[in-house]
């Protein structure tokens, strides 16, 4: 077994990064402590010191007369100052609703992105390094949408980085698109911890956000990557590879916009003879952009 004392600090914290890209965010001691055992403990001696009365010496025998009411009062309890970390929960609805109105008072992406920044009701934002908002432009009305961050996103605070990334840059140029020149974004603005699936609250606590840089960007299509994107708009158990190549019209706030799935540039890493499905998926994306601007 490595002890910390064998590694440099490079060495050291090269994998302190390891683990919190893994989502680990608690470490164990070298030997078992019971943490309630020892809240319990802590609890009953603070109750204790309350309890002792000072030691002083006898009160003049005026004060006796007019026992002091501050001395027989319970003690209250005052609680600790809440951060995002240890804010006190909140119904999910009440939280879903808080979303939709930040999302909606925003009238423009900037808007939007401090909104996102601002908000704490997701419980993603407490383990992830950044918030991942759009990158490019909406001038184009070329958008195109991935699930949530990978650890090289939440790393680098951009979407699509890392190797992913970098093959999406080619898969866009093939089509003569670059990344500058169109809207790039996640469903998802916060990485899960470990890459694990967002729940269902915690979807629908994003959707409002993710539907409102829809709205304001206006696309002329939409370019839906993985799994889980296509499933989120498509509203479907199918997986990625019964979803992709068809054009489909979602209803985004009420706006109808034509969308297509397509594979994530991470599944083609893992599977690269799937290219040639990515391919044709991006041929008829850019037919369709074609065909919106000659129309």
């Known amino acids: 077994m490595i002890s910390a004392s064998d590694l440099t600090p490079a060495e050291l914290a090269a994998l302190l990064h390891f683990h919190a890209d893994a989502g680990v965010d608690w470490l164990l001691e070298e030997q078992p402590v019971d943490r309630f055992a020892e809240f319990e403990a802590m609890r009953a001696a603070r109750l204790g010191a309350r309890a002792v009365p ?18 027989s009062a319970k003690p209250v309890a005052v609680p600790p100052p809440t951060s995002p970390r240890n804010a006190p929960a909140i119904p999910d609805e009440q939280v879903m609703e808080q979303a939709r109105f930040a999302a909606e008072s925003a009238r423009s992406l900037a808007e939007l992105k401090t909104a996102i920044e601002a908000f704490n ?23 195109v ?7 090289d996103d939440d790393r680098e605070g951009v979407p699509f980085a890392g190797r992913a990334g970098l093959l999406l840059d080619k898969m866009l140029a093939a089509i003569g698109l670059r990344r500058d020149d169109i809207l790039l974004t996640n469903v998802i603005p916060w990485r899960p911890p470990g890459n694990r699936t967002p729940s269902a609250p915690e979807i629908e606590i994003c959707r409002p956000f993710i539907e409102r840089q829809i709205a304001l960007t206006e696309p002329k299509a939409l370019l839906l990557l993985g799994n889980f994107t296509a499933r989120h708009f498509f509203d479907s158990g199918e997986t990625i590879h019964g979803l992709r190549g068809q054009w489909r019209e979602i209803s985004i706030l009420g706006r109808t916009i034509p969308a297509i799935a397509s594979l994530h540039p991470q599944e ?3 599977a690269p003879i799937n290219k040639r499905l990515a391919w044709n998926d991006l041929l008829a994306f ?4 074609d065909a919106e601007i000659l129309g």
Do not use: H, V, Y
């Not at 025998?61 to 002091?68: H, L, N």
């Not at 009701?121 to 184009?140: P, V």
């Not at 850019?286 to 952009?289: A, D, P, S, Y």
């Open 54 to 71: 000072p030691r002083d010496e006898a009160p003049p025998p005026a004060a006796k007369a007019q026992p002091d009411r501050r001395q």
């Open 121 to 143: 009701g997701c419980n993603l934002k407490n383990s992830a390094r950044s918030t991942i908002f759009a990158s490019g432009t909406a001038e184009s009305r070329i958008m």
């Open 145 to 151: 949408i991935g699930p949530m961050p990978s650890a």
């Open 268 to 270: 083609l890493l893992t």
């Open 286 to 289: 850019k037919n369709r952009l």
